[in-house]
């Protein structure tokens, strides 16, 4: 769901990611746990194969911490190095029989001894498999952003002229073109869907995806949901461009950040026919971030008083951050944090809390990311589809993208529009997944990667809009 995001999650401890191990390659789930002081901590290390390489992100379920990214991974068989510079922290092992990784994780100066284990992998049996009955095609393309070059895939009927072309633009954090997370592929199962049903769809990698962390620094530090909507807009100018989908409509489909993507280079691309938003952030970003820590806080056992307070501090912090530029957040950051720490119910909170919750000043002042994410409104860009035909679509259990708030908003502001088809999955999580509780931690243990229900209101829906001539 880019960096930016996962990252914010860490520091606002907020929910907002093979049987055998081949010896050529330590792409896997990797599980181990951290002992020290009497403690324990367990870690999960994902590595995945990328254009260059490896990519790996880290998670701590026991710090709500997942999905960050590793600045750099280095293999050369059977020597493992892995990177995070957010943590300052560092993983180095060898690769052994039996899928295992015996290995020392440094922190902060200290060496913890760290033996991962390959977890099994699981079942995704909606993961289509080739043979495909369409045509695939490897693209590359400029963004509308310069100097950037993205890569994609896309499918074609095998036969024909589409019935209309949709563009895929995946939700926050560095993702491959499949939106490849905890172990689902679900821009795969979308596309082979929609393909197979007579559609044209290109999904592309993140910018930055698998580059080298140089590149990806360049790419990637100061880039906010504007520069990936400048990349959505090049992926459909190549829609546009191509012989195959120049006569017919094009649209695009975004999940989460993406579906709030979608929006916004709808309202700068006219020609842009329709939109799908797949469970699309219709509000500013602090009120879902506060919305996402009560919950997290109500889940963690904190006591009603308590999380209030927590709340409360977290409402001034960002009303702070809103009303001032980033630049002048980096100046006053410490005079705000002493302002707002002196204050009640600030004051009364236990001081590792407290200073956890004011960090978010200093994030959003270093992290252009984050600044944008907080204080972003969609609701005028959301305005803009006017009558151009758009389904909004929440899974009911959403606990990133609350399908009341989000839907109702959206509603709200295109209700007047006859092309406006908005609908609540019942039982359904932030990725569309069956599940009991909608939390985070359910997504990898479901094996449907998207409910077939969804699947087909996204098909339908397009069918009744894209008749072929």
């Not at 630049?327 to 236990?350: G, N, V, Y």
């Amino acid at each position: 769901m880019k960096p930016y995001f996962t990252t914010l999650l860490s520091l606002l401890s907020l929910i907002l990611l093979p049987a055998a191990l081949r010896a050529q390659s330590p792409a896997g789930i990797w599980d181990g746990t951290l002992s020290f002081a009497g403690s324990s901590l367990p870690l999960t290390i994902r590595i995945t194969e990328a254009p260059e390489g490896y990519a790996a992100t880290l998670e701590s379920p026991d710090q709500g911490l997942r999905g960050l990214q590793a600045d750099t991974v280095d293999f050369h068989n059977p020597e493992l190095k892995i990177a995070f510079g957010a943590l300052r922290a560092r993983y180095r092992g060898a690769l052994m029989p039996g899928g295992m990784v015996m290995g020392i994780f440094q922190q902060n100066g200290q060496e913890f001894p760290l033996l991962l284990k390959c977890r099994p992998a699981a079942v995704r049996s909606q993961e289509p498999q080739p043979p495909f009955p369409y045509i695939c095609r490897e693209v590359s393309f400029p963004s509308r952003a310069d100097g950037v070059e993205l890569h994609g895939t896309l499918t074609l009927p095998a036969e024909g002229m589409p019935r209309a072309a949709v563009v895929l633009v995946t939700g926050s954090g560095l993702q491959n073109r499949d939106e490849e997370l905890f172990g689902h592929k679900p821009f795969l199962v979308i596309a082979d869907r929609l393909t197979r049903r007579g559609y044209a769809v290109l999904r592309y990698d993140d910018r930055g995806f698998g580059a080298p962390e140089s590149e990806q620094h360049r790419l990637l530090d100061n880039a906010t949901t504007d520069d990936f909507t400048l990349d959505a807009l090049g992926a459909f100018d190549c829609l546009a461009a191509l012989r195959d989908t120049t006569a017919c409509p094009i649209g695009i489909l975004g999940h989460s950040e993406g579906g709030t993507i979608a929006f916004v280079a709808a309202a700068r691309e006219p020609r842009v026919d329709f939109i799908v938003s797949m469970a699309g952030l219709a509000v500013r970003g602090d009120r879902a971030s506060l919305g996402q820590n009560r919950r997290l806080m109500e889940l963690q056992g904190l006591d009603m008083a308590l999380t209030e307070d927590c709340c409360t501090l977290l409402e001034a912090v960002y009303a702070e951050i809103r009303n001032h530029t980033r630049e002048e957040l980096k100046a006053e950051s410490a005079e705000l944090k002493m302002r707002l720490a002196a204050r009640e119910p600030a004051a009364s909170l236990p001081p590792a809390m407290r200073g956890n919750l004011l960090q978010l000043l200093d994030s959003a002042a270093a992290n252009a990311w984050i600044y944008h994410f907080l204080t972003y409104d969609p609701a005028e860009a959301i305005a803009a589809a006017g009558e151009r035909p758009v389904l909004a679509i929440n899974g009911t259990l959403d606990r990133q993208v609350d399908a009341e708030e989000n839907l109702g908003t959206i509603r709200r502001l295109l209700g007047k529009s006859p092309a406006l088809t908005v609908k609540s999955f019942e039982g359904l999580n932030h990725l569309f997944q069956p599940c009991a509780t909608g939390d985070v931690a359910e997504y990898e243990r479901i094996e449907t990667t998207i409910a077939p229900e969804v699947l087909e209101a996204i098909a339908a829906w397009l069918d009744t809009r894209c008749r072929p001539e």
